[in-house]
Structures are given as structure tokens and as C-alpha cells.
């Protein structure tokens, strides 16, 4: 079946670091792949995504590249602030049906 | 446009009492979910609901029940409420037919505790 492999956190940097989150995933077909963010105590909200090969989904300085030779997506940004620490979890969608498949999630704590 | 909104935002209950969670949806989606989440697990697929009138079993269903009342909303019940089931439940909704804007929608969540 499909899954999601993502680094395990914690993941503690300093403010201005670079930040990567390593995702890579399992499917059939052609996946669309997401980043969501969860700030302490809210639900998930959708950080960026992409919906094929080569596709590069950005939003708030935060990158992330669909790699089909590699079936990976990493998360990268090139100076982290404080106001950045959450969890980020890795997540796909099978195109050919229902299903979302998410990965464990990586807890970013950024230190002024 | 509100989105998805879930209540009630937290409740406790007593081991073997029951409980409806409510969730709604304000974006037309087809597809609606519910999760639960547990520390060092990630999101766990309780139930889902691919259109109105459908519904399916996720990874741990056992313990639920659910409910599609209408497009709108998808609530989730628990009979009798174990100390396991203490967890955070998210409802999310997403567009199937939309193949541009198929990400979800996540509510803001509700904490259960049993005792």
C-alpha cells in the first residue's frame, strides 16, 4: 500500500538556520504530495503542495520539490524564524482513489 | 466561509458513556473524514465518507460509529467511550472531482479525554 516515510524529529535549530524535512513516500501512479503545518493546539492547515513531476510548491519562504526519480519531497527553507516551530507532516493523495496517506509528522522547534 | 468546523472543542467523559462528535462543511466537498491523532502516531483514518450516503472504514475503526446526515456534515459517535479512544479528532473534508484543489480541509480539532 501507499505510505510516507519522513525524518523523526524533534528538529532544533536556531533562529536563521537553513531548515530540510526529509519526506519520501510509496505509491501507484502519480500521487499529488502535500507539506500541512500544526501549530500548537489547531488542526492542520495546508502548507504546500504539488500535483506532478517536477512541480515545485512554495508559500511562506517554505520549498519543496516533487521528485518522481526519487519519490521524494523535501521540505527546505533558507532561514528559519521562531514563529516556524510546529509539527509539519508529509502527505500524499492517491489520484486513482480516496486515499490520504500521511506521515508521522516532524516536530521543528526554532531557538531565538 | 467558515470551512470545517467541529464540536465541541473538548470533552471529557467517563469510561461507557457516549458521545457525538459533530463536524461541518461549508466548501460543497464531496469527501469528508474523520482522524484521530495520538502522540508519536500521527493522523490515524477512523472513518470516510467518499459522497453523501457512503461510508467506509479507515485504519482504526473499531469503538466508532459515524454518520453522514447530508452533503454538509459527518459526525462520529462513540458508544462507550474506553480510555484508548482519550485522543485529539480531526474532521476534514476534501473536493474528490477537483483534481487542482484536492488537498484537505482540516477542522480545528477536538480533545477527548476518558476517565
Known amino acids: 500500500g501507499d505510505s510516507v516515510t519522513q525524518m523523526e524529529g524533534p528538529v532544533t535549530l536556531s533562529e536563521e538556520a537553513f531548515l530540510t524535512i526529509n519526506c519520501t513516500y510509496t505509491?501507484?501512479?502519480?500521487?499529488?504530495l502535500f507539506w500541512y503545518v500544526q501549530y500548537p493546539g489547531e488542526g492542520l492547515q495546508l502548507l504546500l503542495k504539488?500535483?506532478?513531476?517536477?512541480d515545485k510548491g512554495s508559500n511562506k519562504g517554505f520549498e519543496a520539490t516533487y521528485r518522481k526519480e526519487t519519490t521524494s519531497f523535501h521540505l527546505e527553507k533558507g532561514s528559519v524564524q521562531v514563529s516556524d516551530s510546529a509539527v509539519y507532516f508529509c502527505a500524499l493523495r492517491d489520484n486513482y482513489g480516496q486515499n490520504f496517506v500521511f506521515g508521522p509528522g516532524t516536530r521543528l522547534s526554532v531557538l531565538p | 466561509n467558515a470551512g470545517v468546523t467541529q464540536t465541541p472543542k473538548f470533552q471529557v467523559l467517563k469510561t461507557g458513556q457516549s458521545m457525538t462528535l459533530q463536524c461541518a462543511q461549508d466548501m460543497n466537498h464531496n469527501s469528508m473524514y474523520w482522524y484521530r491523532q495520538d502522540p508519536g502516531m500521527g493522523l490515524r483514518l477512523i472513518y470516510y465518507s467518499a459522497s453523501e450516503g457512503t461510508t467506509d472504514k479507515g485504519e482504526v475503526p473499531n469503538g466508532y460509529n459515524v454518520s453522514r446526515l447530508n452533503k454538509r456534515e459527518f459526525s462520529l459517535r462513540l458508544e462507550s467511550a474506553a480510555p484508548s479512544q482519550t485522543s485529539v479528532y480531526f474532521c476534514?473534508?476534501?473536493?474528490?472531482?477537483?483534481?487542482?484543489?484536492?488537498?484537505?480541509?482540516f477542522g480545528p480539532g477536538t480533545r477527548l479525554t476518558v476517565l
Open positions: 504539488a500535483t506532478k513531476a517536477d
Open positions: 476534514a473534508s476534501s473536493d474528490q472531482h477537483t483534481l487542482t484543489y484536492n488537498e484537505q480541509f
Open positions: 505509491a501507484t501512479g502519480y500521487p499529488s
